[in-house]
């Protein structure tokens, strides 16, 4: 958690960017002159601008609380540089770590950084959501809920693929048949 | 006593084996239905329509009546066992639900949530039959100014209970009544922050941010802590000890109460009864640091609020006609086709049906507390499921919750966005509760600050020299005030004391879900 936690400057700053870039936008939507109207459409995301940017100021400006300081800064942002480099190689380098480090692995995933963890899991989540559509929910799902799992260390292999499998079709069919909803078919010829 | 034997002549029409079995049916089917998140009490009313038209009408809304608060109590359960709130009614549950689960507790919690549920539900009832006819003259007096103050307080309170950094607490509510901007202004139809995306013309889905923010962001951080410290799913005992129970009945009381009372207000409804009722318990509780942190009283007191509310919003509803809320709306537009004029005429024209509701809702109280008892220990079975597996089917629940309200994939991009929102937040400070609440409220404050103003012809003075409104007004700026004032008086008291004195009293509630156990031990 504490990889992620930036000193409350940083924060602030980037904030305060983001609250100009939004004010500034703000002020850009066009005034409405069919009728006469006490509130622009703009009026108040402009106050809300504003006031962003105030509030930015003053937690910029706001001494950090103790705890939050943070001894392993420096650390911090050098290990920052190196994610952005890994991330894109960390589904092999998990798997080749896996089969060395065998003896205390964590609960949960493979990887010795936890950051690198998280990217591999935002990939799949990601792979999810662009296979959903044309793959179809069924496969998608027990691709991704099977995937997952046992990426993250759960043993039972039997029960993971049946889970996964049973699950995706459940909710298929619990969302189709009850509820009406329907969820992509993709490549199923259902 | 007009009212007693009326109530009397509705039990007989609510206790016929026919009712029976339709209050029964609704209120697990809502309970089921609530269950799953992205599914809410909206969701499971329109579902049930086509299966009431077949009906009679007073069977027909007996059965949408209890529908509906089967899905309340149904939505705090995955709040509390997933951290998960599919209806925003719930998200305050989540607060202290979440964190006792995780303790080991949460047969527990859910054992809480279904006492403060039924008591809530109860005394709204009580309520609905006393005051339904006389209250109906107050509601009228709410104009778009009391609406405004009404909203502003709520987001105020939420702001300043969670957490020790007030600031960071305003970023969050800001940010929430932002994103609740994005879309078609629905009075001169602007676009505004649309980026040219038609996605995004219709606004951001409350749901596809709670998921993200709350869900997605609580996955994150059930990876990146390996699974440890997690719930191991031992239920514990459901049993509430006598200490507990004693512990709990205040907050229980007071929420039920202050719960009816903001449902019977149009549009206020469950969220913000139930958000008032947790900062209220909060400041009010000796140990009101550990709120947040599974305190029992934090659970009680959103479930009583929020299920009071549910009751106080059918006020409105059965009296004048009006829904009060977007499922009162719903089951309004499911009278309507019944062929039911709802409306002050309603209680005279038919009583069977109007005291026959209110029969069936005690009845149906009862059914939800005697139905989710004995079946606690099943849900937080839920709890059981080794993370690794879990991890992936909650993002499976929230995917399919998302698509199956917009059936877009750009909805999951999003989801997946305010996931990492949500992490970041987390893990910075920034609590996620005014966010959310921001978002849920923004649209309506403008709206009725627009109101307003058209009506006092753009005198901004109409907020102030309303009675109503100044007095919630100056309640709000209170609220904002107290925690300065508190936070200069304690570093007054530091300069003097020693280091650690009131430590504990700003920490942050929603952290602790993550951050603050972490912050505190790293």
Known sequence: ?190 | MDALNQLFHGFGVALSPQNLAFVFLGVLMGTVIGMLPGLGPISAISLMIPVAFTMDPTSAIIMLAGVYYGAIFGGSTSSILLNAPGVAGTVATSFDGYPLARKGQAGKALSVAAIASFVGGTVGVVGLMLVAPSLSALTVSFGPAEYFALMVLGLTAVVTLSGNNLTKGLISGTVGVMIALVGIDSQTSTLRFTFGRHELYEGVEFLIVALGVFALAEVFVMLLRRGQGGGDGTITSLRLSRRELKEISGPTGRGSVLGFFTGVLPGAGATVASFLSYSFEKRLAKDGKTFGKGNIKGVAAPESANNGAAVGSFVPLLTLGVPGSGTTAVLLGALLVLGVQPGPLLLDEQPDMFWGVVASMYIGNIVLLILNLPLIPLFAKVLKTPQALLLPLVVVFCVVGVYGHSFSTFDLWMLIGFGVLGFLMRANGFPAAPLILGLILGGLMEKSMRQALLISSGDLTTFVTKPISATLLALAALSLLAPLYGAWRRTRRRQGLSEDDGRGQDEQPKATVGGTQERENG
């Open chain 1, 1 to 190: 958690m504490h990889h992620f936690r930036f000193s409350q400057r940083t924060v602030a700053a980037v904030l305060g960017v983001l609250a100009v870039a939004y004010t500034v936008q703000a002020y850009r939507i066009p005034e409405f002159a069919a009728v006469q109207v006490p509130v622009q459409p703009g009026t108040l995301p402009r106050g809300l601008g504003l006031l962003l940017i105030v509030l930015c100021l003053a937690l910029f400006l706001q001494k950090p609380a103790p705890k939050t300081a943070e001894p392993s800064e420096p650390t911090e942002r050098d290990r920052s540089v190196d994610k952005a480099g890994t991330a894109g190689t960390a589904e092999t380098a998990g798997t080749a770590e896996a089969t060395t480090a065998p003896a205390r692995r964590p609960a949960l995933g493979r990887l010795a950084d936890a950051r690198l963890e998280l990217a591999v899991l935002l990939g799949a989540i990601a792979l999810y959501v662009l296979l959903f559509e044309p793959l179809g929910f069924v496969p998608a799902t027990a691709l991704f809920v099977t995937g997952t799992a046992w990426y993250l260390g759960f043993g039972r292999h039997w029960v993971n693929a049946l889970v996964g499998v049973g699950v995706a079709a459940a909710l298929y069919l619990g969302m189709s048949e009850g509820l009406d909803v329907a969820l992509p078919t993709g490549i199923l010829p259902l």
